[in-house]
C-alpha cells in the first residue's frame, strides 16, 4: 500500500492506494464514534457491501441504497440519506461512508456537509475516475434539472481509500472515462506524465495492473497538490476543469445519460485544445498527440452534433462564469493550462462549427 497526503491543516487526511484494502477495512480507524452510514447504489450494494459492512460489524451500522445513475444525482434522492441518518439516530460524530463512483461520492459527501451543520465521511471510490478526482479535494454537489453539480459544498473528507482491485468489475466504457480525468493531470500540469501515459497506451487499454496503480499514485499525487495549493479554488485549482465546461454543456445538452462525463470531458478537452490553437496558444502537433492518445484509447475526440447557440448558452451556466464573462481553462501547451476570459469570441466559434461537422 502507498499513501500520500493531502496537506490542509487540520483538514488533511490521507489517500491510500493499493489491492484489498476493502477487505482490510483500514477506514475503520478513521471512524469517530459507534455509529457509521454505508452510502452506496444498487450496482455496488450487490458487489462490495457485504465486504464493507463486514468491518462494520461493532458499530450502528445502517445503508442507503441509492438508484444508480447520473439522472439520481439530485435533491430528492439526497433526501434518502438524511433519513436514514435520522430514522437511525445519527449524532453529529457519525461518519457517511461513500462506497461508489463519483456520483455515491458527491452525493454522500453532500450530506456529510450539510448534516448537522457537517458530519465526517470516508471515501471508498470504485470506479477509476473517482479514485483519481472526485474522491480527492472535497468538492461534493447534487445536479439542478438545468446546471450540473449547481448545488454543493466544499467538504472535504477525513480518508480516501482505494482498492485497485474493485475496478476489476468495471465496465469498459466506465474504465476509459476515468482515463480521461488520468490524461487531465499530464495536460495541465505534469508533460512528463502525459509522456509516460503515452508510452503506456497499449497496457492503459489492456487494464494492465502494475500501470494502472502507478497512473491512479501520480494522478492522486497531482490533484493533492493542487487541492492543497487552492482548496476553494480562487486560483489554480480551477486548471481541474480542463475541458469541463465545453463537458457539462454536452452533459446537460444530452440529459444527463448517454454520454458518461469522463467522456463528455475527453470531447471538452479536445475542444480546449482546438480553441488553444486557434487562438496562437498552442501548436497543431500538441492538439493532434491528444487527439491521437484519446484514439489510442477509444475515447471520444469530438462532441454530439449541438446546434452551436445551445453550446454557447450552455456554457454560459458554467461555475467558471464571472460577473457574466465566460472563463476558460486553454493550454500553452502540454502540461501548461491556464484559466482566461481573454479569447476571441470567434475562436469558440470555429471550434464549435468545426467539432459540429467532426461528430
Ligand atoms: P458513477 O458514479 O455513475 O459510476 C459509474 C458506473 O459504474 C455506475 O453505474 C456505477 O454503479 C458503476 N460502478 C462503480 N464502481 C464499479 C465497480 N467497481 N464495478 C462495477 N461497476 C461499478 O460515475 P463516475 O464516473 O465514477 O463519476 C461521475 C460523477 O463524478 C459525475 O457526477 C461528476 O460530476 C462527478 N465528479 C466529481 C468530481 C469532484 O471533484 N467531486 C470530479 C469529477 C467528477
Ligand atoms: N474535479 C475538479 C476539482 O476537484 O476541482
Redesign the pocket.
Known amino acids: 500500500m502507498r499513501t500520500l497526503y493531502v496537506e490542509l491543516g487540520e483538514r488533511a487526511y490521507p489517500i491510500y492506494i493499493g489491492r484489498g484494502l476493502l477487505e482490510q477495512g483500514l477506514y475503520t480507524r478513521h471512524l469517530d464514534s459507534a455509529q457509521a452510514l454505508i452510502v452506496t447504489?444498487?450496482?455496488?450494494s450487490d458487489?462490495?457491501l457485504d465486504t464493507v459492512r463486514r468491518n462494520l460489524a461493532r458499530v450502528q451500522c445502517d445503508v442507503v441504497q441509492l438508484p444508480?445513475?447520473?439522472a439520481y444525482?439530485n435533491l430528492r434522492e439526497l433526501e434518502k440519506i438524511f433519513d436514514a441518518l435520522v430514522d437511525g439516530h445519527h449524532d453529529r460524530y457519525s461518519t457517511i461512508i461513500a462506497l461508489?463512483?463519483?456520483?455515491?461520492?458527491?452525493m454522500a459527501?453532500f450530506a456529510a456537509a450539510c448534516y448537522q451543520r457537517g458530519i465526517q465521511f470516508i471515501q471508498l471510490?470504485?470506479?477509476?475516475?473517482?479514485q483519481v478526482?472526485?474522491?480527492?479535494?472535497?468538492?461534493?454537489?447534487v445536479?439542478h434539472p438545468r446546471a450540473?453539480?449547481m448545488i454543493g459544498a466544499f467538504h472535504q473528507p477525513v480518508a480516501v481509500v482505494i482498492d485497485t482491485d474493485?475496478?476489476?468489475?468495471?465496465?469498459v466504457r466506465?474504465y476509459r472515462?476515468?482515463l480521461a480525468?488520468v490524461i487531465k493531470y499530464g495536460l495541465i500540469r505534469d508533460a512528463e506524465f502525459f509522456d509516460w501515459l503515452e508510452a503506456r497506451a497499449p497496457a492503459l487499454s489492456e487494464r494492465d495492473p502494475e500501470v494502472l496503480r502507478e497512473a491512479i499514485y501520480r494522478s492522486c499525487h497531482n490533484k493533492s497538490e493542487v487541492v492543497a495549493g487552492d482548496e476553494r479554488e480562487r486560483g489554480d485549482r480551477a486548471l481541474?476543469n480542463l475541458g469541463h465546461t465545453f463537458g457539462h454543456a454536452i452533459?446537460t445538452a444530452t440529459g444527463?445519460n448517454s454520454w458518461?462525463?469522463?467522456e463528455a470531458?475527453a470531447a471538452g478537452m479536445v475542444m480546449a485544445a482546438d480553441m488553444s490553437v486557434r487562438e496562437g496558444r498552442m501548436g497543431a502537433p500538441a492538439r493532434d498527440r491528444i487527439v491521437s492518445l484519446f484514439r489510442q484509447l477509444s475515447l471520444p475526440t469530438a462532441p454530439p452534433a449541438l446546434c452551436p447557440e445551445e453550446f454557447r448558452s450552455l456554457m454560459g451556466q458554467d461555475k467558471k462564469v464571472e460577473r457574466g464573462q465566460m472563463r476558460l481553462v486553454l493550454m500553452d501547451g502540454i502540461g501548461e493550462a491556464c484559466v482566461t476570459a481573454d479569447f476571441e469570441p470567434q475562436a469558440l466559434d470555429a471550434t464549435l462549427d468545426a467539432m459540429r461537422s467532426a461528430s
Not at 100 to 106: E, L, S, W
Open positions: 447504489n444498487t450496482t455496488l458487489l462490495y444508480d445513475g447520473e444525482k461508489g463512483g463519483g456520483v455515491v461520492g458527491d459527501g471510490p470504485t470506479t477509476l475516475l473517482a478526482d472526485s474522491s480527492v479535494g472535497g468538492k461534493t454537489a445536479n450540473k453539480n474493485v475496478l476489476e468489475s468495471l465496465p466506465e472515462a476515468g480525468e481541474l452533459e444527463y458518461l462525463h469522463g470531458v
